[in-house]
T-cell receptor
Framework: AQKITQTQPGMFVQEKEAVTLDCTYD???????LFWYKQPSSGEMIFLIY??????QNATEGRYSLNFQKARKSANLVISASQLGDSAMYFC????????????FGKGITLSVRP | GAVVSQHPSWVICKSGTSVKIECRSL??????MFWYRQFPKQSLMLMAT?????????EQGVEKDKFLINHASLTLSTLTVTSAHPEDSSFYIC????????????FGPGTRLTVL
């Protein structure tokens, strides 16, 4: 079974500062993928970044980077230079092997960016 | 990226009626689609996996007769909430995976259901 844990309470960050959103996971699959999604108040799920379990380097996508520590089973999202539009709910998710494998989501973290 | 649409985006219905939600993959084929339910400020809960040409696979605790899923083609899956009650009011989201380096899932914009 796969499990994603997001335990931070609501997070606050000042505009233009960096923020780290924590995510730990547990799985017995040797191969897996880790995702971060952003969900603004409109409800749409926006893909942010992906990390494969065998990827040697930490993933980066613009202002988003993933601090992947496989031994510790953590996949923290780092958002640099926060913007007001970053205020949203953020979900960490894991997928097992295979394109049709289902995603397991964490409970999410609410991020609020202060001007 | 790939596009998944959902229709309607919101619906209000009376208790006891049935509501159909459509999920379409617009520019790719999806033999599998996933249906999620989300309550306010909570995570997405997987309800079922929709399989083209065969029966859906439901997660434990999800009533099959309550939430009917039909995956009639490679681009369309439908979720019908039968005899809806106020406790069925929720945000329903579908997703479809694509084959690629990330085997990424693309999500529809969601459907907000309110049952009066």
């Amino acid at each position: 079974a796969q499990k994603i844990t997001q335990t931070q309470p609501g997070m606050f960050v000042q505009e233009k500062e960096a923020v780290t959103l924590d995510c730990t996971y547990d799985t017995s699959d040797p191969s897996y993928g880790l995702f971060w999604y952003k969900q603004p108040s409109s409800g749409e799920m926006i893909f942010l970044i992906y990390q494969g379990s065998y990827d040697q380097q930490n993933a980066t996508e613009g202002r988003y980077s993933l601090n992947f520590q496989k031994a510790r089973k953590s996949a923290n999202l780092v958002i640099s230079a926060s913007q007001l539009g970053d205020s949203a709910m953020y979900f960490c998710a894991m997928r097992g092997t295979g394109a049709n494998s289902k995603l397991t989501f964490g409970k999410g973290i609410t991020l609020s960016v202060r001007p | 990226g790939a596009v998944v649409s959902q229709h309607p985006s919101w619906v209000i219905c009376k208790s006891g009626t049935s509501v159909k939600i459509e999920c379409r993959s617009l520019d790719f084929q999806a033999t599998t689609m996933f249906w999620y339910r989300q309550f306010p400020k909570q995570s997405l809960m997987l309800m079922a996996t929709s399989n083209e040409g065969s029966k859906a696979t439901y997660e434990q605790g999800v009533e099959k007769d309550k939430f009917l899923i039909n995956h009639a083609s490679l681009t369309l899956s439908t979720l019908t909430v039968t005899s809806a009650h106020p406790e069925d009011s929720s945000f329903y989201i579908c997703s479809a995976p694509t084959s690629g380096p990330r085997d990424e899932q693309f999500f529809g914009p969601g459907t907000r259901l309110t049952v009066l």
